[in-house]
């Protein structure tokens, strides 16, 4: 539960740049939120790593969902674009040419952070109902 609840943030503050176009009142709380995005962005990005590796064990034994490998791919996918900035002064900032191609790779990827977090949130909202509706019929 915390761990959607995690997901559904990140993927909002994500989707910030599309959202604020919707809602004034959602973009003043996800403002509140910006200073916490490399925190977030790791969490998420932490999860998704985990997740993926439970999902690759669960594949092994012949598990398989469309729905929880979107939202691991997508987990993954947007915790790093949420802490690609601190990642990059952590990483590339000891050489000026990876440096470089780091803010050319993220203006790159800029344009689909926000439609991968409002997919993010949606799926991950999404996914948890259907849990919760498979645990309730057991």
């Not at 962005?41 to 997740?51: D, E, P, Q, S």
């Not at 977090?117 to 799926?123: K, P």
Request: proline share 2%; charged share 10%; with cysteine.
């Amino acid at each position: 539960m915390i761990e959607t609840v995690i997901t559904v943030i990140a993927g909002l503050l994500a989707g910030a740049s599309l959202l604020k176009r919707f809602s004034k009142d959602a973009n003043q709380y996800l403002q509140k939120l910006s200073p916490y995005q490399t925190f977030i962005g790791l969490a998420v990005l932490a999860l998704g790593l985990w997740n993926l590796i439970q999902l690759i064990r669960l594949m092994l034994h012949g598990g398989f969902s469309v729905m929880s490998t979107a939202v691991v791919g997508l987990q993954v996918v947007v915790g790093f674009l949420l802490c690609f900035g601190w990642l990059g002064q952590l990483l590339f900032s000891r050489s000026p040419e990876t440096e470089a191609k780091s803010k050319v790779l993220q203006q790159k990827l800029a344009p689909y952070q926000g439609v991968l977090g409002l997919v993010l949130a949606v799926l991950a909202v999404f996914n948890l109902v259907q849990q919760m509706r498979a645990f309730a019929h057991l």
